[in-house]
C-alpha cells in the first residue's frame, strides 16, 4: 500500500528565531567595524566617567536629601530636605530617585550617589549612537558619539551628583522617539516621546519643556501622514506630556499640607510656586518677581550663601574674561567646556539646510537637521537670556545636539567633497574654522598643555592642504581626514581627558581641565562634617558636632527633632552624616516661613523640639533673616542657654555655635 507524504508547512515568519549575534559583532546592515567601535567608545566613556569614583565628594545640598530619602519613604516620594519630612528641596526630586535607590542598595557613600550619573553617562553614548545611526548613518553615530565622549562638560558632567546627567539622558530618549515617529508617523512613538520629556521634567522642571518646539515641529513638518492627523498626534502627544510632566506637582497639591513636607522656595506652600516662580520666572528677572506675585522667594540668600548656589554652597569663582549676557556661550566660562564644535555644527547645519532644500517634505535626513539644530538653538537662547548665569553642568544639552550636527555633519561634508564644486570646500572651511577657534580656546590657558594650540593648527592645516594637494591620491585624502579628525577633536579630547588628573576633574560641578585646577566650579570648603563625611562614608562629625550630638541625644526627652538649626548649612553636617532628625529652619534661602513662629512655638509646647541650635549674635543682633529672624529672636528672650562647657563649646571660639533649651 502506498504511503502518503504530507507536506511540511514552512515555519511561520515569527517563529522563526533569529540567530544569536555575538554583542561585538555588527548587524548586518552596518559596516564591522560599527559594533567593536562603538563598544570601544563606551568603554573611554566608562573610564571618563567612573575614574575615581571612589575618591567622589558629596554635593553637600542633595546630599543631604539623598540621607534623608534613605530614611524614610515619605521624604523618598515627596523630595524631603530633613529626615522628619519638614521641608522639601527647592527642586522636583526625580533626579534624586536613582540616587536614592543607589544609596539605599549599597549603603550612603559618596561613590553610591555619584555611581548612577556614570552608568546615565555611558548610557546616553549608547542612546545617541542610536539615534544618529537611524538618522544619518552608522559612520555618523561613531562620530557623534566619539564627539560627545570627549567633550570636556560631558566628562565632568557624568561624574556629577546633580538633575543633569539623567536629564539629559532622558532628551535623548526624547529626540529618538521623535525622530522615530516623524520617519512612520506612528502616534505611539510619539507619545513615547512625550512621556520621556515629562520624566524629564521631573529632573529639571520647566527647562525640559523647552525642547518641545523642536520635537514638535519636525513631527509636524516630516511626519509622513495628512496634516489633520499630524496636529491630531501633536495634541495627544502634549496632553501626555502635560500629564506625566505635571503628576509630582499634582501629588503635592492634592496631600493635605500636614501630611507633606512644606515645599521650600515658596511663601504659600505651592507645588506650582516652586516650580513656575522660583524655578523659573525669577531666573529671568535680575530683581525677581515679588512674592506676591509669584508665590515664591527672590531673595539672593542661601543660609548665608548665593540664591543658585545650593552645589555645595558656593558661587563659582571669578573666571577669566568676566563674561555675561548674550554673549555668555562664547565667553571664557562655557565655551572651553562645551563649544569646542561650535563652527563645524553651524557650517554642517547651514549646508544640510541648503543643499537638500529641494528635498521632498518628509526628508529624514533634512528632518534630523531641524531636530538637532532646533534644539541648540532653543537651549542656546534660553542660558543666553537668562539672569542667572549657572554652572558648567547645565551645559550637557548644549554638547548633546553640538555632537549630534558635528558627527553627521563630518560624514556630510566629506559627502560633498566627492560632489566636488563649491561643495568639496565646505569641509576643509568647518575644520579650519574649527580649528582656530579650538586654538583660541586652548591658548586662554597657555599653562596647560602649551602644545595644544600649535598642534591644532598644523592639523588643521594640514586637514586643508593634503586633499587639495592629491586629488585622486587616496592615501591622502585618508591622511587628510584623519588630520581632520585630529584638528576636530584633539583639543577638547585632552581637556575630557583631564579627569583621570585629580587636579583636574574633580571641582564637583562639571567643570574639568584647567578651569578646574584654577579654582573655576569649585565648591567652598565643605563643613566638617561634610568633610568628614566623604572620607568615612558619613559617619563622622567633628569633635564639637559630635558634642552638640551627644548632649542633644541625651537630653532630648523623646522629642521628635534633635534640635532646629537657623540655616540649611548649619544642619547639614548632622542629616549629612547620621540621618537624625534635625529641623532646618527658613529652607535653602533663608526666606521660606517654615516654621513660622507660631509654628515653632507649638513644636516646643507639644514636646516635639527642645532645643535650638543658633549662631553668636552680631553686635545684639540676630545673625538670621525674614521669618526665621522672629523665631530666633523669640528664643532668645524665652529659652535658656546650655552652658557651652555641658556640649564641649567654646565661647571664644570665633564664630561658636549656641544651643538653648526651649521649654513649654
Same mark, same amino acid.
Given at each position: 500500500?502506498?504511503?502518503?507524504?504530507?507536506?511540511?508547512?514552512?515555519?511561520? !515568519?515569527?517563529? #522563526?528565531?533569529?540567530?544569536?549575534?555575538?554583542?561585538?559583532?555588527?548587524?548586518?546592515?552596518?559596516?564591522?567595524?560599527?559594533?567593536?567601535?562603538?563598544?570601544?567608545?563606551?568603554?573611554?566613556?566608562?573610564?571618563?566617567?567612573?575614574?575615581?569614583?571612589?575618591?567622589?565628594?558629596?554635593?553637600?545640598?542633595?546630599?543631604?536629601?539623598?540621607?534623608?530619602?534613605?530614611?524614610?519613604?515619605?521624604?523618598?516620594?515627596?523630595?524631603?530636605?530633613?529626615?522628619?519630612?519638614?521641608?522639601?528641596?527647592?527642586?522636583?526630586?526625580?533626579?534624586?530617585?536613582?540616587?536614592?535607590?543607589?544609596?539605599?542598595?549599597?549603603?550612603?557613600?559618596?561613590?553610591?550617589?555619584?555611581?548612577?550619573?556614570?552608568?546615565?553617562? %555611558?548610557?546616553?553614548?549608547?542612546?545617541?549612537? #542610536?539615534?544618529?545611526?537611524?538618522?544619518?548613518?552608522?559612520?555618523?553615530?561613531?562620530?557623534?558619539?566619539?564627539?560627545?565622549?570627549?567633550?570636556?562638560?560631558?566628562?565632568?558632567?557624568?561624574?556629577?551628583?546633580?538633575?543633569?546627567?539623567?536629564?539629559?539622558?532622558?532628551?535623548?530618549?526624547?529626540?529618538?522617539?521623535?525622530?522615530?515617529?516623524?520617519?512612520?508617523?506612528?502616534?505611539?512613538?510619539?507619545?513615547?516621546?512625550?512621556?520621556?520629556?515629562?520624566?524629564?521634567?521631573?529632573?529639571?522642571?520647566?527647562?525640559?519643556?523647552?525642547?518641545?518646539?523642536?520635537?514638535?515641529?519636525?513631527?509636524?513638518?516630516?511626519?509622513?501622514?495628512?496634516?489633520?492627523?499630524?496636529?491630531?498626534?501633536?495634541?495627544?502627544?502634549?496632553?501626555?506630556?502635560?500629564?506625566?510632566?505635571?503628576?509630582?506637582?499634582?501629588?503635592?497639591?492634592?496631600?493635605?499640607?500636614?501630611?507633606?513636607?512644606?515645599?521650600?522656595?515658596?511663601?504659600?506652600?505651592?507645588?506650582?510656586?516652586?516650580?513656575?516662580?522660583?524655578?523659573?520666572?525669577?531666573?529671568?528677572?535680575?530683581?525677581?518677581?515679588?512674592?506676591?506675585?509669584?508665590?515664591? %522667594?527672590?531673595?539672593?540668600?542661601?543660609?548665608?550663601?548665593?540664591?543658585?548656589?545650593?552645589?555645595?554652597?558656593?558661587?563659582?569663582?571669578?573666571?577669566?574674561?568676566?563674561?555675561?549676557?548674550?554673549?555668555?556661550?562664547?565667553?571664557?566660562?562655557?565655551?572651553?567646556?562645551?563649544?569646542?564644535?561650535?563652527?563645524?555644527?553651524?557650517?554642517?547645519?547651514?549646508?544640510?539646510?541648503?543643499?537638500?532644500?529641494?528635498?521632498?517634505?518628509?526628508?529624514?535626513?533634512?528632518?534630523?537637521?531641524?531636530?538637532?539644530?532646533?534644539?541648540?538653538?532653543?537651549?542656546?537662547?534660553?542660558?543666553?537670556?537668562?539672569?542667572?548665569?549657572?554652572?558648567?553642568?547645565?551645559?550637557?544639552?548644549?554638547?548633546?545636539?553640538?555632537?549630534?550636527?558635528?558627527?553627521?555633519?563630518?560624514?556630510?561634508?566629506?559627502?560633498?567633497?566627492?560632489?566636488?564644486?563649491?561643495?568639496?570646500?565646505?569641509?576643509?572651511?568647518?575644520?579650519?574654522?574649527?580649528?582656530?577657534?579650538?586654538?583660541?580656546?586652548?591658548?586662554?590657558?597657555?599653562?596647560?598643555?602649551?602644545?595644544?594650540?600649535?598642534?591644532?593648527?598644523?592639523?588643521?592645516?594640514?586637514?586643508?592642504?593634503?586633499?587639495?594637494?592629491?586629488?585622486?591620491?587616496?592615501? =591622502?585624502?585618508?591622511?587628510?581626514?584623519?588630520?581632520?579628525?585630529?584638528?576636530?577633536?584633539?583639543?577638547?579630547?585632552?581637556?575630557?581627558?583631564?579627569?583621570?588628573?585629580?587636579?583636574?576633574?574633580?571641582?564637583?560641578?562639571?567643570?574639568?581641565?584647567?578651569?578646574?585646577?584654577?579654582?573655576?566650579?569649585?565648591?567652598?570648603?565643605?563643613?566638617?562634617?561634610?568633610?568628614?563625611?566623604?572620607?568615612?562614608?558619613?559617619?563622622?562629625?567633628?569633635?564639637?558636632?559630635?558634642?552638640?550630638?551627644?548632649?542633644? !541625644?541625651?537630653?532630648?526627652?523623646?522629642?521628635?527633632?534633635?534640635?532646629?538649626?537657623?540655616?540649611?548649612?548649619?544642619?547639614?553636617?548632622?542629616? =549629612?552624616?547620621?540621618?537624625?532628625?534635625?529641623?532646618?529652619?527658613?529652607?535653602?534661602?533663608? !526666606?521660606?516661613?517654615?516654621?513660622?513662629?507660631?509654628?515653632?512655638?507649638?513644636? %516646643?509646647?507639644?514636646?516635639?523640639?527642645?532645643?535650638?541650635?543658633?549662631?553668636?549674635?552680631?553686635?545684639? #543682633?540676630?545673625?538670621?533673616?525674614?521669618?526665621?529672624?522672629?523665631?530666633?529672636?523669640?528664643?532668645?528672650?524665652?529659652?535658656?542657654? %546650655?552652658?557651652?562647657?555641658?556640649?564641649?563649646?567654646?565661647?571664644?571660639?570665633?564664630?561658636?555655635?549656641?544651643?538653648?533649651?526651649?521649654?513649654?
Amino acid at each position: 500500500m502506498a504511503t502518503t507524504v504530507l507536506p511540511i508547512a514552512p515555519e511561520p !515568519e515569527s517563529n #522563526r528565531r533569529t540567530p544569536r549575534r555575538a554583542p561585538w559583532r555588527s548587524p548586518a546592515d552596518q559596516p564591522g567595524y560599527t559594533r567593536p567601535a562603538l563598544l570601544a567608545i563606551a568603554a573611554l566613556a566608562g573610564l571618563l566617567f567612573f575614574w575615581g569614583i571612589d575618591r567622589s565628594s558629596y554635593h553637600t545640598f542633595y546630599a543631604d536629601a539623598v540621607r534623608s530619602m534613605t530614611e524614610s519613604w515619605k521624604a523618598f516620594v515627596f523630595g524631603s530636605y530633613d529626615p522628619a519630612g519638614t521641608i522639601t528641596l527647592d527642586k522636583l526630586p526625580g533626579f534624586l530617585w536613582p540616587q536614592a535607590v543607589s544609596a539605599r542598595l549599597l549603603g550612603f557613600h559618596p561613590w553610591a550617589l555619584a555611581l548612577p550619573q556614570a552608568v546615565e553617562g %555611558v548610557l546616553s553614548v549608547l542612546v545617541l549612537f #542610536r539615534a544618529v545611526r537611524r538618522w544619518a548613518g552608522a559612520n555618523a553615530a561613531l562620530l557623534a558619539a566619539l564627539s560627545f565622549t570627549l567633550t570636556p562638560v560631558v566628562a565632568g558632567l557624568f561624574r556629577t551628583a546633580v538633575e543633569d546627567p539623567l536629564f539629559t539622558l532622558l532628551l535623548l530618549l526624547a529626540a529618538d522617539a521623535t525622530q522615530r515617529a516623524a520617519r512612520t508617523g506612528r502616534l505611539r512613538t510619539l507619545v513615547l516621546a512625550g512621556v520621556w520629556v515629562g520624566v524629564a521634567f521631573q529632573a529639571k522642571m520647566l527647562e525640559a519643556w523647552a525642547v518641545l518646539p523642536a520635537l514638535a515641529g519636525v513631527y509636524l513638518l516630516a511626519a509622513p501622514v495628512r496634516l489633520r492627523r499630524r496636529l491630531a498626534h501633536l495634541l495627544a502627544a502634549g496632553a501626555v506630556t502635560l500629564a506625566v510632566s505635571a503628576s509630582w506637582v499634582l501629588l503635592a497639591t492634592a496631600t493635605p499640607a500636614g501630611d507633606r513636607p512644606y515645599i521650600d522656595g515658596t511663601t504659600d506652600n505651592s507645588a506650582y510656586s516652586m516650580v513656575v516662580g522660583y524655578n523659573f520666572l525669577n531666573r529671568f528677572t535680575s530683581v525677581g518677581l515679588n512674592a506676591a506675585e509669584t508665590g515664591s %522667594v527672590t531673595s539672593s540668600r542661601g543660609g548665608g550663601q548665593q540664591h543658585g548656589a545650593r552645589d555645595a554652597a558656593a558661587r563659582p569663582q571669578p573666571r577669566p574674561g568676566g563674561d555675561g549676557g548674550w554673549t555668555k556661550m562664547f565667553g571664557a566660562q562655557f565655551a572651553p567646556q562645551t563649544g569646542w564644535l561650535y563652527p563645524l555644527a553651524a557650517t554642517a547645519l547651514l549646508c544640510a539646510l541648503v543643499w537638500r532644500r529641494r528635498e521632498p517634505r518628509t526628508d529624514p535626513l533634512r528632518a534630523g537637521y531641524l531636530l538637532w539644530g532646533g534644539w541648540l538653538a532653543v537651549y542656546f537662547l534660553v542660558f543666553s537670556a537668562g539672569s542667572v548665569g549657572g554652572h558648567s553642568y547645565y551645559m550637557g544639552v548644549i554638547a548633546t545636539p553640538l555632537a549630534a550636527l558635528a558627527g553627521a555633519g563630518l560624514v556630510l561634508l566629506r559627502q560633498g567633497q566627492w560632489v566636488g564644486g563649491a561643495r568639496a570646500w565646505a569641509l576643509p572651511a568647518a575644520v579650519a574654522g574649527t580649528a582656530l577657534w579650538s586654538a583660541h580656546l586652548a591658548g586662554l590657558y597657555p599653562s596647560f598643555l602649551p602644545w595644544l594650540p600649535p598642534a591644532t593648527l598644523v592639523l588643521g592645516g594640514l586637514a586643508v592642504v593634503l586633499p587639495a594637494a592629491g586629488r585622486g591620491a587616496r592615501r =591622502l585624502a585618508r591622511a587628510g581626514l584623519a588630520a581632520a579628525l585630529g584638528a576636530v577633536l584633539l583639543a577638547p579630547g585632552a581637556w575630557a581627558a583631564s579627569v583621570l588628573d585629580s587636579r583636574y576633574g574633580n571641582s564637583g560641578m562639571g567643570t574639568v581641565g584647567p578651569q578646574a585646577a584654577h579654582g573655576y566650579g569649585r565648591p567652598a570648603a565643605p563643613t566638617d562634617g561634610a568633610r568628614a563625611a566623604a572620607g568615612g562614608g558619613g559617619s563622622t562629625l567633628s569633635r564639637s558636632q559630635q558634642r552638640i550630638l551627644a548632649y542633644a !541625644e541625651a537630653h532630648d526627652q523623646g522629642a521628635r527633632y534633635l534640635f532646629a538649626t537657623t540655616t540649611w548649612t548649619a544642619s547639614s553636617p548632622y542629616i =549629612l552624616a547620621t540621618g537624625k532628625e534635625v529641623l532646618p529652619m527658613g529652607g535653602f534661602t533663608g !526666606e521660606v516661613p517654615s516654621p513660622t513662629l507660631p509654628q515653632f512655638q507649638a513644636l %516646643v509646647r507639644s514636646g516635639r523640639l527642645h532645643f535650638v541650635l543658633l549662631g553668636s549674635p552680631q553686635g545684639g #543682633r540676630s545673625t538670621a533673616a525674614g521669618p526665621t529672624a522672629a523665631v530666633t529672636d523669640w528664643v532668645r528672650r524665652n529659652c535658656a542657654p %546650655v552652658a557651652p562647657g555641658d556640649y564641649g563649646q567654646s565661647v571664644t571660639s570665633a564664630a561658636p555655635q549656641l544651643l538653648y533649651r526651649c521649654t513649654a
